[in-house]
């Protein structure tokens, strides 16, 4: 670009050797061109941001024991995993004003998840309360939503799979079952082969897909699909209901 260049015109200003001969002033007929350093424009520094802190506890929801777990801190711009004390005691420095997710594994239990929002001043401090993994136990998948009448997880249910994942990996001797249910109210439980027995067939299916394609031992996992066998809301009227009645559950088999 032109504002990169500067034309300065000396005449005979500026000899470089003696013009009384033919020979300097060939070398005083010249162009020369110089490199002059631009300044640098000054960055402005970014304002740090503000921190606070969350802290909590994590204990074993039938005695109240405190447990040695593991706790991913997360947000939409960081991820940081910690342990607890022996104590079950955790606490992390985090931003303010922030939405902060806690994901809670531990070996022997099922895996919990909290989120909340980071104040300026109010910062929180947590219990948690894990369910002991029994072999007979069944957790549900919280979060854990289809779109209707497809085996196809709401997008806002996607991160769901990788803590399901993470507690196989970490509880590495247990088998489980997979139950796939649906929302079909008002109507008796349908057999083999009917659209909506098909349909909890293939959510459980699709979730142990999942678990299989990620390294987890195929005979560690069976799916079943319940069709509308046991719905949290039979009667269900609501989108809330129906969803909680399109889930998945986990039961420890041993």
């Known amino acids: 670009p032109d504002s990169l260049v500067e034309v300065a015109i000396y005449g005979e200003t500026l000899p470089i050797a003696d013009n009384d ?26 304002p740090k941001a503000k921190m606070g802190f969350i802290a909590g506890q994590i204990i074993d929801k039938k005695t109240a024991e405190p447990i040695r777990a593991s ?27 922030t939405v902060i997710g806690v994901d809670v594994f531990a ?12 104040g300026t001043s109010d910062f929180p401090t947590i219990e948690v309360k894990l369910p002991p993994a029994d072999v007979g136990a069944i957790a549900e998948i919280k979060n854990f ?33 997979i139950g796939g249910h649906i929302n079909f109210p008002l109507y008796n439980a ?7 027995q098909t349909l909890s067939d293939n ?17 560690r996992i069976t799916a079943i699909g319940y069709c509308n066998k046991h719905m949290k809301f039979p009667m269900a009227r609501k989108e809330e209901q129906m969803a909680k009645n399109r889930r998945v559950e986990i039961k420890i088999i041993e």
């Open 71 to 97: 706790v991913v801190i997360h947000s939409k711009t960081f991820r940081d995993s910690i342990h607890t004390d022996d104590k079950g005691y955790f606490k992390k420095e985090v931003p303010e004003n």
């Open 21 to 46: 001969t033919a020979g300097g002033r060939q070398r005083n007929r010249r162009a020369t061109i110089e490199f002059i350093p631009t300044k640098k424009k000054a960055i402005p520094e970014q």
């Open 145 to 177: 939503y289809f779109v209707g009448n497809q085996a196809v997880l709401l997008k806002t249910s996607e991160p769901e799979l990788p803590k399901l994942l993470r507690f196989m990996e970490i509880n590495k001797d247990l088998k489980i079952e």
């Open 203 to 219: 959510r459980a299916g699709m979730v142990k897909a999942f678990l299989v394609e990620n390294g987890i031992a195929e005979n």
């Open 107 to 118: 070996v022997g239990y099922f895996f919990e998840t909290r989120m909340m929002k980071i």
């Open 190 to 196: 349908r057999g083999p082969g009917a659209f909506e």
